[in-house]
């Protein structure tokens, strides 16, 4: 496939990079994923990155560090609804 993203009146790719714990970083491997228009497949929109398993580790770890112990509302006992 040809890159056609910078032909006239295309916007040029753009490379996007994780966000966890409120941060942007590129994935700890560096792989990114080319991202291609599906309504034009030889349009290249861009690279994302391609998070692995020490990535997901990193998130799950944020998230859990940024949520409050326990559950927000009560969990309801059985037959209660």
């Known amino acids: 496939m040809t890159d056609t993203a910078l032909a006239a009146g295309s916007v040029e790719p753009v490379t996007t990079d994780l966000i966890i714990g409120g941060e ?3 994935s ?3 792989e990114r994923i080319e991202v291609r228009n599906p309504a034009r497949p030889d349009e290249l929109v861009g690279w994302a990155a391609g998070g692995d398993d020490s990535d997901a580790t990193a998130a799950v770890d944020a998230a859990a560090a940024a949520s409050p112990s ?3 509302f009560p969990t309801p006992s059985a037959g209660s609804t």
């Open 28 to 30: 700890r491997s560096g």
């Open 70 to 72: 326990g559950p927000r």
């Open 24 to 26: 942007h970083r590129p």
